[in-house]
């Protein structure tokens, strides 16, 4: 069973920094893409940052290239989310997915529960 913990969610001023952490377990395909997705209220939910297992595909939504990096600890089966340079509109539930497919889209296989990012103004 696929399991994907997602942790450092919180509250933080325009300018600021966070890192998102997603703890994957149990994950079977040889090749996958795992990633960060970004939901407000009343929208749908869309890919902020997704990267494969083998390091050939990366993606960055457009709003968050430049502020945003992904990273990949494989001995921890973690990977990471560095947000700096926050900004109000990148508040939201961020949710960690999984895909045996190269993208990076709302209908990814498995996914976390989310952690709440509040940035205030």
């Known amino acids: 069973e696929v399991q994907l913990v997602e942790s450092g969610g919180g509250v933080v001023q325009a300018g600021g920094s966070l890192r998102l952490s997603c703890a994957a377990s149990?994950?079977?395909?040889?090749?996958?893409?795992i990633g960060w997705f970004r939901q407000v209220p009343g929208k749908e939910r869309e890919g902020v940052s997704c990267?494969?297992?083998?390091?050939?595909?990366?993606y960055y939504k457009e709003a968050v290239k430049g502020r945003f990096t992904i990273s990949k600890d494989n001995a921890k089966n973690t990977i990471y989310l560095q947000m700096n340079s926050l900004k109000p509109e990148d508040t939201g539930v961020y949710y960690c997915?999984?895909?045996?497919?190269?993208?990076?889209?709302?209908?990814?296989?498995?996914w976390g529960t989310g952690t709440l990012v509040t940035v205030s103004s």
């Open positions: 997915a999984v895909d045996k497919l190269p993208v990076c889209v709302s209908t990814m296989d498995y």
């Open positions: 990267i494969s297992s083998s390091d050939d595909y990366l």
């Open positions: 149990g994950i079977t395909y040889e090749n996958y893409v």
